[in-house]
């Protein structure tokens, strides 16, 4: 399948984890009333359409608000409470942070909530410039509109529904002005030619989120994304994976873990030194 998408249509789908391909194709078959798998495969030889609508399949886009509490908890009461600090000591103030594989926008938005609240507490803005990235286009476009289903925003608190939400025909929309704090951009992360987005003009992110995508890639594209991701970070920066991904992350060895359970990690500063765990 692979070899037929590059050599008939000039699609590459090598990227992918073969077990991957192997559940989309068959999700494919089911939605084509279970077409036998060599008919289907002349078909993608010879449909132009259909192989494009089999590589938009591959496009990772769900997400969640809140997904991983643990995670979500260490963010809003030591990584960026200590960011901020260390900020104020600094060159620049600003924060920045980057959301790869940004999906339809819940991610990074429970991030600004979190950058919301802690603003108010302080009594003064969080300066931060924000960028998020997807490949799927329709996942930008719903993530830049932010507004979302009952079901989709159950995890988010009660308060923060009042304070930054409101209601739009039955659905919870974003505030505007939380909405306009983030760049949404169309980045591939595959992207050999560049450690970030060019919207964000260079790296050196004290945050970088880039939850549940990793796993979707073959190894050798893994150790390649979190070798990029390094690279984009700030020293002493951190990276945020899914669960599924933390043994990725340690094995890589650019970063190391800030807490036990964790799917935080923290790039190591100039000259390999380890930190204290958190700031």
Known sequence: MVEILRLKQGLDVSSFDRAFLANSLGRRLAAGGGSSLPAYLA???EDRAEAEAFCASLNINHSEFFRNPLTFALLEQRILPGLIESRKAGPSSELRVWSAGCAAGQEIYSLILLLEDLARARGQPVPVRIFATDIDTDSL??????????????????RQLRDYFSMADGNYAIAPRLRARVDF?????????STCPPASLYGD????????VLFYYRANIQQRL???FCRALAPGGYFVTGEAECDLAVKHGGCHAVAP???????YRIGGSETNNLP
């Open 43 to 45: 078909r993608l030889a």
């Open 141 to 158: 476009a719903a993530a830049r509109q932010g507004v979302f289903a009952e079901e989709v925003v159950q995890n988010v608190r009660h």
């Open 185 to 193: 951009s169309t980045y591939d992360l595959r992207e050999e030619n």
């Open 205 to 212: 992110f004290d945050l970088i989120l880039c939850c549940n």
């Open 226 to 228: 979190l070798e990029k």
């Open 261 to 267: 359970a964790a799917t935080v990690f923290q790039k």
